[in-house]
């Protein structure tokens, strides 16, 4: 069946720009989370909803960053007033409950010039 | 969250097993140990895991020591596919977020 998906797979923007980066977890799946890599590092936890609502946000960097999951299914990360920073890879998961198994999608590669 | 410790690389030939070990001390008694991978650039995957009792599924094996207090997951025969970042991850009670260390970069060689 079909894994995560996430658009746009590479996004460039000038500092200060906005940006929506979105994910399309696996149908059915309640449980959402977003992580954010930088170079040589492991993935950082960034927000994790459960269904339309965000159970913990508690890894957003700061109050740029803002995520959306409006009807349980798609959930749109969205970027004000970008800084350099800011770049990284953007990786959303899904997994079926909120302690199962987490299937990652290929992440959204973020480029702040 | 517990600490895990794993070397930073290791470099394995094609069809040889590969040991990948990882250390965590502080691992308490809910404590899973989970093991995902990272292939180049794609996002990370799910491998194994396991409670006390060894493991084993088609991809790997997890042999879990008697203390809890290390743990090596284990590729029968390395192909060059199998080239990734290993995370060895604990994971358990009420906790569903995954907290990812640095890793293991693998190598397999030809």
């Known amino acids: 069946g079909a894994g995560v998906s996430q658009t746009p797979s590479n996004k460039v923007t000038e500092k200060g720009k906005y940006v929506e980066l979105r994910c399309d977890p696996i149908s059915g799946h309640t449980a959402l989370y977003w992580y954010r890599q930088s170079l040589g590092q492991g993935p950082e936890f960034l927000i994790y909803f459960q269904g339309t609502g965000a159970a913990d946000d508690s890894g957003l960097p700061n109050d740029r960053f803002f995520a959306v999951r409006p009807e349980g299914s798609v959930s749109t990360l969205k970027i004000q007033r970008t800084e350099r920073g800011d770049s990284a890879v953007y990786l959303c998961?899904?997994?079926?409950?909120?302690?199962?198994?987490?299937?990652f999608g290929p992440g959204t590669r973020l480029t702040v010039t | 969250d517990a600490k895990t410790t794993q070397p930073n690389s290791m470099e394995s030939n094609e069809e040889e097993p590969v040991h990948l070990p990882c250390n965590h001390s502080t691992i308490s008694g809910t404590d899973y140990i989970h093991w995902y991978r990272q292939l180049p650039s794609q996002g990370p995957e799910y491998v194994i895991h396991g409670l006390t009792s060894n493991v084993n599924n088609r991809m790997a094996s997890l042999a879990i020591a008697e203390d809890r207090k290390s743990s090596t997951l284990i590729l029968h025969r390395a192909t060059l596919r199998d080239a990734a970042v290993y995370y060895c991850i604990l994971w358990g009670g009420s906790n569903y977020k995954l907290t990812f260390g640095k890793g293991t970069l693998l190598t397999v060689n030809p």
């Open positions: 998961a899904s997994s079926l409950a909120a302690q199962g198994e987490q299937y």
